[in-house]
């Protein structure tokens, strides 16, 4: 098997960023799908994560998407109910979803706050849709393309540094005490996200510079997560000028 590619790509801005960044997904979707039946998507929480949903639902390309043949997984969610404005599936159908044809059953998030289960009934509940949307033997689902944001930390998903979640061998984890608000939340873990084929990380400001900078410099996963993020086939880091300022020349990519 190949080594997986790493790539650093640099943009002028971060509104340059989320609309490459959509015509590049709904580029990669339109090729997988002509070569598979289904592709399953992994979406993340994030003012960056959502701007690019907001920029894929603006392209005039969006419906080169057969979104009858696209699943939706979430990374992490907040626990709130089901309609809050911080729940990350209802920004996400507030700026692309409700905008397109996908149906409900395509939509696979995280239960919600108000669903009746307790917060680690409803991390057993993913682990149990995910294990049944895998492939035989397989826990949970290897995601054709998953994306990622990145916190000041280096968090990635709910994932933060130095927390027991990092090591958890299991698919999906309960979090409390969240450095980033809500307090409590649903994660996926190292391994389910390392599991997918293609991770997309989309990292804009000055704030995210030092974690990105550590991460891409070697730092640990325990010191900054996203340092342990690994996708099977490719790993790109879209990232604008203000948080590339201190990733190491030499793994830049060139600017789109
Ligand atoms: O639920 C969440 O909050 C996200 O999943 C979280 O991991 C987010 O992606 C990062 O904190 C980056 O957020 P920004 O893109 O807003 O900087």
């Known amino acids: 098997m190949t080594q997986p590619r790493r790539q650093v790509i640099v943009h002028d801005s971060k509104d340059a960023l989320v609309d490459s960044v959509a015509g590049r997904f709904i580029a990669e979707i339109v090729s997988l799908q002509s070569e598979q039946s289904r592709v399953s998507v992994c979406l993340t929480g994030g003012s960056v994560g959502i701007g690019v949903l907001a920029a894929v639902a603006a392209s005039p390309l969006r419906n080169t998407i057969n979104w ?120 996926l873990t190292m391994p389910v996200i390392n599991k997918a084929q293609r991770v997309w990380l989309v990292v804009a400001g000055q704030d995210k510079a030092s974690a990105l900078g550590l991460a891409l410099a070697g730092a640990s996963v325990h010191l900054v997560p996203v340092a342990g993020v690994q996708g099977q086939r490719e790993t790109i880091f879209f990232v604008d000028n203000d948080a590339a300022v201190d990733v190491p020349r030499e793994l830049i990519d060139g600017n789109d």
Request: aromatic content about 8%; overall charge negative; glycine content about 8%.
């Open 68 to 187: 009858g043949r696209i699943d939706l997984w979430w990374g992490d969610e907040r626990w709130v109910p089901a309609h809050h404005a911080d729940r990350n599936a209802q920004q996400a159908w507030d700026a692309l979803l409700g905008s397109v044809e996908v149906p409900e059953a395509n939509l696979h998030a995280f239960p919600a706050a108000d669903s009746g289960l307790t917060l680690d009934e409803a991390a057993v509940k993913y682990a149990e849709d995910l294990r049944s949307a895998a492939a035989p033997g397989d826990d949970a689902v290897a995601f054709d393309l998953l994306f990622l944001g990145v916190g000041p930390d280096g968090h990635v998903a709910s994932l933060f540094p130095r927390r027991g979640e990092l090591d958890d061998a299991g698919t999906v984890v309960a979090i409390r005490d969240s450095p980033k608000p809500p307090p409590e939340r649903l994660s």
